[in-house]
Protein backbone atom coordinates (compact mmCIF):
# COMPACT_ATOMS: atom_id res chain seq x y z
CA UNK A 1 0.00 0.00 0.00
CA UNK A 2 0.93 3.36 -1.16
CA UNK A 3 -0.05 6.64 1.03
CA UNK A 4 0.30 9.92 -0.65
CA UNK A 5 -0.14 12.94 1.75
CA UNK A 6 -1.95 15.96 0.41
CA UNK A 7 -2.20 19.49 1.59
CA UNK A 8 -4.59 19.19 4.07
CA UNK A 9 -3.49 17.64 7.32
CA UNK A 10 -4.57 14.13 8.00
CA UNK A 11 -6.08 13.55 4.46
CA UNK A 12 -4.61 11.20 2.75
CA UNK A 13 -4.89 9.25 -0.77
CA UNK A 14 -4.60 5.12 -0.55
CA UNK A 15 -3.18 3.31 -3.38
CA UNK A 16 -3.74 -0.40 -2.29
CA UNK A 17 -1.44 -3.21 -3.67
CA UNK A 18 -3.73 -5.00 -5.92
CA UNK A 19 -2.96 -8.66 -6.94
CA UNK A 20 -3.77 -9.79 -9.95
CA UNK A 21 -3.61 -13.35 -11.35
CA UNK A 22 -5.95 -15.47 -13.96
CA UNK A 23 -8.39 -15.44 -11.85
CA UNK A 24 -8.87 -11.54 -11.50
CA UNK A 25 -7.60 -9.42 -8.85
CA UNK A 26 -7.24 -9.45 -4.51
CA UNK A 27 -6.81 -6.43 -2.55
CA UNK A 28 -7.55 -5.42 1.14
CA UNK A 29 -9.79 -2.64 1.18
CA UNK A 30 -9.12 -2.38 4.96
CA UNK A 31 -6.92 -3.67 7.57
CA UNK A 32 -6.66 -1.74 10.62
CA UNK A 33 -3.30 -2.70 11.99
CA UNK A 34 -1.79 -1.88 8.15
CA UNK A 35 -3.56 1.67 7.74
CA UNK A 36 -2.47 2.41 11.59
CA UNK A 37 0.92 1.58 10.95
CA UNK A 38 0.40 4.33 7.71
CA UNK A 39 -1.31 6.85 10.45
CA UNK A 40 -4.52 6.36 9.28
CA UNK A 41 -6.38 5.60 12.73
CA UNK A 42 -10.44 5.29 13.03
CA UNK A 43 -12.61 2.91 14.59
CA UNK A 44 -15.44 2.29 11.83
CA UNK A 45 -18.85 1.93 12.83
CA UNK A 46 -20.77 2.08 9.87
CA UNK A 47 -20.39 0.98 5.74
CA UNK A 48 -21.93 2.80 2.39
CA UNK A 49 -22.99 1.96 -0.26
CA UNK A 50 -24.39 4.33 -3.45
CA UNK A 51 -25.17 4.20 -6.81
CA UNK A 52 -25.35 6.87 -9.74
CA UNK A 53 -25.11 8.19 -12.89
CA UNK A 54 -23.55 11.01 -14.60
CA UNK A 55 -23.96 14.14 -13.49
CA UNK A 56 -24.72 13.25 -9.87
CA UNK A 57 -23.05 15.23 -7.62
CA UNK A 58 -23.67 14.34 -4.01
CA UNK A 59 -22.24 16.92 -0.96
CA UNK A 60 -20.46 19.09 0.66
CA UNK A 61 -21.77 17.05 3.23
CA UNK A 62 -20.34 16.70 7.23
CA UNK A 63 -22.16 16.13 9.98
CA UNK A 64 -21.97 18.26 13.58
CA UNK A 65 -20.77 16.98 17.07
CA UNK A 66 -21.05 14.89 18.41
CA UNK A 67 -21.55 13.33 15.37
CA UNK A 68 -18.64 14.26 13.26
CA UNK A 69 -17.50 11.44 10.67
CA UNK A 70 -14.09 10.55 9.55
CA UNK A 71 -14.59 8.64 6.24
CA UNK A 72 -12.66 6.48 3.64
CA UNK A 73 -13.99 6.47 0.63
CA UNK A 74 -13.37 4.57 -2.54
CA UNK A 75 -15.01 3.46 -5.88
CA UNK A 76 -15.94 0.18 -6.69
CA UNK A 77 -16.90 0.54 -10.91
CA UNK A 78 -16.55 4.02 -12.54
CA UNK A 79 -15.06 6.92 -12.25
CA UNK A 80 -15.52 10.12 -9.27
CA UNK A 81 -14.59 13.62 -8.56
CA UNK A 82 -14.28 13.08 -4.99
CA UNK A 83 -13.73 16.35 -3.03
CA UNK A 84 -13.04 16.93 1.00
CA UNK A 85 -12.77 20.72 2.19
CA UNK A 86 -11.38 21.71 5.49
CA UNK A 87 -14.09 23.21 7.88
CA UNK A 88 -11.61 23.09 10.75
CA UNK A 89 -11.92 26.03 12.75
CA UNK A 90 -8.25 27.59 13.36
CA UNK A 91 -7.16 24.80 10.82
CA UNK A 92 -4.50 26.28 8.44
CA UNK A 93 -5.95 24.60 5.42
CA UNK A 94 -9.36 25.91 6.43
CA UNK A 95 -11.67 26.77 3.60
CA UNK A 96 -9.03 24.71 1.65
CA UNK A 97 -9.75 21.13 -0.59
CA UNK A 98 -8.76 18.52 -2.27
CA UNK A 99 -9.36 16.66 -5.43
CA UNK A 100 -8.72 13.34 -6.44
CA UNK A 101 -10.33 11.30 -9.16
CA UNK A 102 -10.77 7.71 -7.44
CA UNK A 103 -11.98 4.55 -10.23
CA UNK A 104 -12.73 1.25 -10.31
CA UNK A 105 -9.83 1.23 -12.19
CA UNK A 106 -7.32 3.37 -10.08
CA UNK A 107 -8.74 1.93 -6.83
CA UNK A 108 -7.72 4.66 -5.27
CA UNK A 109 -9.07 5.49 -1.44
CA UNK A 110 -9.38 8.99 0.38
CA UNK A 111 -9.50 9.16 4.24
CA UNK A 112 -10.78 11.95 5.15
CA UNK A 113 -10.62 12.84 8.95
CA UNK A 114 -13.18 14.52 11.14
CA UNK A 115 -13.40 18.34 10.13
CA UNK A 116 -14.23 17.79 6.56
CA UNK A 117 -16.95 18.20 4.26
CA UNK A 118 -16.85 15.95 1.87
CA UNK A 119 -18.60 15.52 -1.75
CA UNK A 120 -18.26 13.85 -4.80
CA UNK A 121 -19.36 14.17 -9.08
CA UNK A 122 -19.83 11.26 -11.22
CA UNK A 123 -17.61 11.67 -14.38
CA UNK A 124 -18.31 8.06 -16.09
CA UNK A 125 -21.81 6.91 -17.17
CA UNK A 126 -22.34 5.50 -13.38
CA UNK A 127 -20.71 4.89 -10.65
CA UNK A 128 -21.22 2.41 -7.25
CA UNK A 129 -19.12 4.13 -4.27
CA UNK A 130 -18.57 2.78 -1.29
CA UNK A 131 -17.25 4.49 1.87
CA UNK A 132 -16.66 3.62 6.00
CA UNK A 133 -17.45 6.04 8.61
CA UNK A 134 -16.28 6.13 12.36
CA UNK A 135 -19.74 7.54 13.60
CA UNK A 136 -22.93 6.62 12.51
CA UNK A 137 -25.42 8.85 10.53
CA UNK A 138 -27.39 11.45 12.38
CA UNK A 139 -29.82 13.16 9.96
CA UNK A 140 -30.91 16.08 12.51
CA UNK A 141 -26.95 16.89 12.85
CA UNK A 142 -25.99 16.68 9.02
CA UNK A 143 -25.23 20.12 6.83
CA UNK A 144 -25.00 20.92 3.40
CA UNK A 145 -22.45 23.27 2.21
CA UNK A 146 -23.31 24.67 -1.12
CA UNK A 147 -21.23 22.91 -3.57
CA UNK A 148 -20.80 25.55 -5.91
CA UNK A 149 -20.30 28.31 -3.81
CA UNK A 150 -17.71 30.90 -5.78
CA UNK A 151 -15.36 30.99 -2.40
CA UNK A 152 -14.66 27.17 -2.27
CA UNK A 153 -13.53 27.22 -6.33
CA UNK A 154 -14.70 23.96 -6.85
CA UNK A 155 -13.93 22.45 -10.48
CA UNK A 156 -16.42 20.06 -10.67
CA UNK A 157 -15.95 18.91 -14.31
CA UNK A 158 -19.35 18.17 -15.16
CA UNK A 159 -20.99 20.82 -17.14
CA UNK A 160 -23.85 22.54 -14.49
CA UNK A 161 -26.58 21.78 -17.13
CA UNK A 162 -26.03 18.31 -16.22
CA UNK A 163 -25.67 18.23 -12.83
CA UNK A 164 -27.85 15.67 -10.83
CA UNK A 165 -28.75 17.17 -7.25
CA UNK A 166 -30.78 16.30 -4.09
CA UNK A 167 -33.22 18.48 -2.71
CA UNK A 168 -30.69 18.67 0.03
CA UNK A 169 -27.91 19.45 -1.57
CA UNK A 170 -30.19 22.25 -3.77
CA UNK A 171 -30.63 24.19 -0.23
CA UNK A 172 -26.70 23.92 0.80
CA UNK A 173 -25.62 26.74 2.43
CA UNK A 174 -23.46 29.51 1.50
CA UNK A 175 -19.72 28.54 2.54
CA UNK A 176 -19.79 32.05 4.68
CA UNK A 177 -22.53 30.97 6.79
CA UNK A 178 -21.88 27.17 7.25
CA UNK A 179 -21.50 25.77 10.81
CA UNK A 180 -17.55 25.26 10.85
CA UNK A 181 -16.30 21.80 12.91
C1 LIG B 1 -25.94 9.04 4.52
C2 LIG B 1 -27.11 8.10 4.92
C3 LIG B 1 -28.33 8.20 4.28
N1 LIG B 1 -29.37 7.40 4.65
C4 LIG B 1 -30.65 7.52 3.94
C5 LIG B 1 -31.31 8.86 4.09
C6 LIG B 1 -31.97 9.11 2.75
O1 LIG B 1 -33.30 8.62 2.76
C7 LIG B 1 -31.16 8.30 1.77
C8 LIG B 1 -30.23 9.16 0.92
O2 LIG B 1 -29.48 9.98 1.80
P1 LIG B 1 -28.61 11.20 1.28
O3 LIG B 1 -29.39 11.95 0.26
O4 LIG B 1 -28.15 11.95 2.48
O5 LIG B 1 -27.40 10.44 0.58
P2 LIG B 1 -26.05 11.06 0.00
O6 LIG B 1 -26.35 12.38 -0.64
O7 LIG B 1 -25.41 10.02 -0.79
O8 LIG B 1 -25.22 11.35 1.33
C9 LIG B 1 -23.87 11.02 1.43
O9 LIG B 1 -23.13 11.90 0.60
C10 LIG B 1 -21.70 11.74 0.64
C11 LIG B 1 -21.09 12.82 -0.22
C12 LIG B 1 -21.17 11.69 2.02
O10 LIG B 1 -20.09 12.20 2.34
C13 LIG B 1 -21.95 10.87 2.99
O11 LIG B 1 -21.49 11.06 4.31
C14 LIG B 1 -23.43 11.15 2.89
O12 LIG B 1 -23.70 12.44 3.37
O13 LIG B 1 -30.40 7.37 2.54
C15 LIG B 1 -29.21 6.46 5.65
O14 LIG B 1 -30.18 5.72 5.98
N2 LIG B 1 -28.01 6.35 6.28
C16 LIG B 1 -26.95 7.13 5.95
O15 LIG B 1 -25.84 6.99 6.55
Redesign the pocket.
Known sequence: MNIIETPIEGVKIIEPKVFGDARGYFFESWNKAAFAAAGIEADFV?D?E?FSTYGVL??????MPPYT?A?L?RVIEGTVLDIVVDIRKGSPTFGRNVAVELSGENKRQLFAPRGMA???AVLSATAT?A?K?DN??A?TH?RSIRFDDPKLGIDWQIPPENYLL?E??RKGVPFDEAEYL
Open positions: QNSRGLHYQQKVHGFFYCIYPESKD
